[in-house]
């Protein structure tokens, strides 16, 4: 695990663009791709870049259930504003979070990412330790799930929402076996709220208690962190 510490989410977004960049030269054809606020800086360099993507499938971690594609709140809603409307890709997969039936929906996406290995999987990390919606206790061996968001995440989330009952209390995700098949990891995580969780991932035991500690068992990841979330390392 190599952790970058930079000064702020800008330069973070740059070093993490500057990986990708070198990725697809060197022939990576599937991306993986994160939501939240995190990887925003890292978006915005890509839209900004002479980088063609047009050749790139993107596999996306993870989507609220319950809502639907054009719900200002989904995830697609999140990647086509940051990323998909200004720069084209071959092909992006999201979850579907209205699927009727969720057991295919998940066999599905299991499919997808299988016929479509991960070159490079881009992460953030909440402030219990999760990947995706991968929470505390999900088991490192998971592959594509439902799951039951942390009353913790449903806080943290609740800023992007009216009020904290508008968030939804499921998710669908790619499991945590799945993201540790990507060739490549990049984690970023900016701010002091995200020190204990930096710390816990790389500093602590491996544990499913904190499912980013699994990284460690990673040969090729890169942690790109501002100085405020390193601040215990
Ligand atoms: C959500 C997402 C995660 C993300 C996390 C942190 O729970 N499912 O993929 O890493 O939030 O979000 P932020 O980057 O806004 O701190």
């Known amino acids: 695990m190599i952790v970058t510490i ?9 070093k993490a663009f500057e990986l990708i960049k070198k990725g697809v030269a060197d022939g990576a054809k599937v991306l ?3 939501t939240g606020s995190t990887p925003i800086t890292l978006y915005d360099q890509m839209v900004e870049s002479d980088v063609d993507f047009t050749n790139i499938t993107s596999i996306n971690l993870d989507e609220y259930y ?3 594609p054009q719900n200002s709140q989904s995830y697609h809603y999140f990647m086509k504003k940051h990323l998909f409307e200004k720069k084209p890709f071959y092909k992006t997969y999201i979850p579907n979070g209205k699927a009727k039936d969720i057991n295919q929906e998940i066999a599905d996406y299991d499919k997808i990412i299988s016929d479509n290995p ?26 594509t799930h439902e799951v039951t968001l942390a009353s913790s995440t449903i806080k943290a989330n609740s800023r992007f929402f009216d009020n904290q009952d508008d968030v939804p209390k499921r998710a669908i995700c790619m499991g ?10 990049i984690l970023m995580a900016y701010g002091a709220a995200k020190q204990d969780a930096v710390k816990a991932m790389v500093e602590g035991p491996v544990t499913e208690t904190v499912p980013a500690s699994v990284l460690q068992k990673h040969p090729n990841v890169v942690v790109i962190v501002d100085c405020d979330a390193a601040a215990k390392l």
């Open 66 to 68: 319950g809502l639907d």
């Open 176 to 185: 945590i076996k799945s993201i540790m098949s990507a060739k490549q990891i």
């Open 118 to 143: 991960i070159d490079i999987q881009i992460l953030g990390i909440g402030g219990n330790g999760h990947i995706a919606f991968n929470e505390p206790g999900t088991p490192f061996d998971s592959t």
């Open 32 to 34: 993986g791709l994160a």
């Open 6 to 14: 930079v000064k702020d989410k800008y330069e973070g977004g740059k």
